[in-house]
């Protein structure tokens, strides 16, 4: 089993910035592969926000392009996202996930989650 924890949500005005952090721990038997975020909205679906492969390999959401950058530490099994620019659309719930593959959208296991809000 593999768990993560979410540090570095809060309220933060329009055009602002916050720094997410997950740490994985547990069973390291299994490789972590892909590590990302989702986030969900109040009323809305859960989205993937930006995903890293192991190799470093990046996908984002179109919303988030140029404000958003991912990164990990696969050493320490942590993966980062520094939010610039952040607007009230970006208010939600982030959940950092990982998977044992390599896909884009990983899934095996989640965080707790941890709550953005972006407003002034």
């Known amino acids: 089993q593999v768990q993560l924890v979410e540090s570095g949500g809060g309220l933060v005005q329009p055009g602002g910035s916050l720094r997410l952090s997950c740490a994985a721990s547990?069973?390291?038997?299994?490789?972590?592969?892909?590590m990302g975020w989702y986030r969900q909205a109040l009323g809305k679906e859960r989205e993937l926000v930006t995903s890293?492969?192991?190799?470093?390999?990046?996908k984002y959401a179109d919303s988030v392009k140029g404000r958003f950058t991912i990164s990990r530490e696969n050493a320490r099994n942590t993966v980062h996202l520094q939010m610039n620019d952040l607007k009230p659309d970006d208010t939600a719930v982030y959940y950092c996930?990982?998977?044992?593959?390599?896909?884009?959208?990983?899934?095996?296991?989640w965080g707790q989650g941890t709550q953005v809000t972006v407003s002034s």
């Open positions: 996930a990982v998977d044992r593959s390599g896909t884009y959208y990983p899934d095996d296991y």
């Open positions: 547990g069973s390291f038997f299994i490789i972590i592969g892909t």
């Open positions: 890293i492969t192991r190799s470093g390999l990046t």
